[in-house]
């Protein structure tokens, strides 16, 4: 059975950083990304990595503040959020390809559960 299972969510300041972690277990994937949803928007990017080729791929709105990295051992995807704002603040959703890197939710194949991020201002 396919999981993703995502861990480090919580509250920080602005200007603080967190680090979310994102465990698959089941297969492995062509790449795996993030993305996050506040209240009364939509889902969006932030971020996704291609396994093989260890390809990065940012949203505007986080490049230069968060770093996005895998570990092939762990099957494992990691978000590095640095300097964070208020704006932030969302469920953040860790999400899986089984071919391809981009930015489009409906080309995502598997999802987590979601980890709660909240930025005080």
């Known amino acids: 059975q396919v999981q993703l299972v995502e861990s480090g969510g919580g509250l920080v300041q602005a200007g603080g950083s967190l680090r979310l972690s994102c465990a698959a277990s089941?297969?492995?994937?062509?790449?795996m990304g993030w993305f996050r949803q506040a209240p009364g928007k939509d889902r969006e990017f932030v971020a996704a990595?291609?396994?093989?080729?260890?390809?990065?791929l940012y949203a505007d709105s986080v490049k230069g503040r968060f770093i996005i990295a895998r570990d092939n051992a762990k099957n494992t995807v990691y978000l590095q959020m640095n300097n964070l704002k208020p704006e932030d603040t969302a469920v953040y959703y860790c999400?899986?390809?089984?071919?391809?890197?981009?930015?489009?939710?409906?080309?995502?194949?598997?999802w987590g559960q979601g980890t709660q991020v909240t930025v005080s201002s």
């Open positions: 999400a899986a390809r089984n071919t391809g890197l981009g930015s489009s939710p409906r080309r995502y194949d598997d």
């Open positions: 990595i291609s396994w093989g080729a260890n390809i990065p």
């Open positions: 089941g297969r492995t994937y062509s790449s």
